[in-house]
């Protein structure tokens, strides 16, 4: 089956730093990707949704300027959780969404994020 | 009213039971059903995907779907203790993957 990977898988880190999530899919081509965050005991929430070589499209609420998400090729994505506070701390998870089309999404690991 | 309706739970059965989750929605439009499982602190992990009303089987696992209802439900015979997760329903209008919308999931304990 389709194979989504996260890196890193767990990051603890100082307020006001940038933290860089990477996406991959790694035995097909994802022609979108989508970054959710998931808080404890609640379901996933979409953030923004990424397509290979253009901008993403950020769910409302999100701060495009706080996570900046870069689609570089059909296999990597990555979410930038820039100036983190604490709040930020989550579950982060991508998926991707096979090129091939009449598929549905595949899940990344997660990453947890701690923001001291 | 939220969007889609799933038992949070937690659920504990022993050991092969037969387990049912449910989920019910309100918008027509979603025409894709999914049952994800999701073990904790991992990303969820596909079960079933399926896109007309019916039932659709693999392996111990039945989803059914009654559109008319707007109700869809995952049977698991034969429950086993490796089956304790959360399990969430998703549903979306479209197969473009923008529009999923998620239910809370339901815990489910499966004790030997």
């Given at each position: 089956g389709?194979v989504v990977?996260q890196h890193?898988?767990r990051?603890?880190?100082k307020s006001?730093?940038s933290?860089?999530?990477?996406?991959r899919?790694?035995?097909?081509q994802?022609?979108?990707?989508f970054w959710?965050?998931?808080?404890?005991k609640q379901?996933?929430m979409?953030?923004?949704?990424?397509?290979?070589?253009?901008?993403?499209?950020?769910?409302?609420?999100?701060e495009?300027?706080k996570?900046?998400i870069?689609?570089?090729?059909?296999t990597?994505?990555t979410?930038?959780v820039?100036?983190?506070?604490p709040?930020?701390?989550s579950?982060y998870?991508?998926s991707?969404?096979?090129?091939?089309g009449g598929?549905?999404?595949?899940?990344?690991p997660?990453t947890r994020l701690?923001?001291? | 009213q939220?969007e889609v309706e799933q038992?949070?739970?937690?659920?504990?059965?022993?050991?092969?039971a037969?387990?049912?989750?449910?989920c019910?929605?309100?918008n027509?439009?979603?025409q894709?059903?999914?049952?994800?499982r999701q073990?904790?602190?991992?990303g969820?992990?596909?079960l079933m995907y399926?896109?007309s009303?019916g039932?659709?089987?693999?392996?111990r696992?039945t989803?059914?779907?009654?559109?008319?209802s707007?109700?869809?439900?995952?049977?698991i015979r034969?429950s086993?203790?490796?089956?304790?997760?959360?399990?969430?329903c998703a549903?979306?209008?479209d197969?473009?993957?923008?529009?999923?919308?998620f239910?809370?999931?339901t815990?489910?304990s499966?004790?030997p």
């Amino acid at each position: 089956g389709a194979v989504v990977s996260q890196h890193p898988s767990r990051v603890i880190c100082k307020s006001g730093t940038s933290v860089k999530i990477e996406c991959r899919s790694l035995d097909f081509q994802a022609t979108t990707m989508f970054w959710y965050r998931q808080f404890p005991k609640q379901s996933l929430m979409l953030m923004a949704t990424s397509n290979e070589g253009s901008k993403a499209t950020y769910e409302q609420g999100v701060e495009k300027d706080k996570f900046l998400i870069n689609h570089a090729s059909l296999t990597l994505s990555t979410l930038t959780v820039t100036s983190a506070h604490p709040e930020d701390s989550s579950f982060y998870i991508c998926s991707a969404r096979s090129l091939a089309g009449g598929e549905t999404q595949y899940f990344g690991p997660g990453t947890r994020l701690l923001v001291l | 009213q939220k969007e889609v309706e799933q038992d949070p739970g937690p659920l504990s059965v022993p050991e092969g039971a037969i387990v049912s989750l449910n989920c019910t929605y309100s918008n027509s439009a979603f025409q894709y059903f999914m049952w994800y499982r999701q073990y904790s602190r991992k990303g969820p992990e596909l079960l079933m995907y399926t896109y007309s009303s019916g039932n659709k089987e693999d392996g111990r696992f039945t989803a059914q779907v009654d559109k008319s209802s707007k109700y869809i439900s995952l049977f698991i015979r034969d429950s086993q203790p490796s089956d304790s997760a959360t399990y969430l329903c998703a549903m979306s209008p479209d197969n473009y993957g923008q529009n999923f919308v998620f239910g809370p999931g339901t815990r489910l304990s499966v004790l030997p």
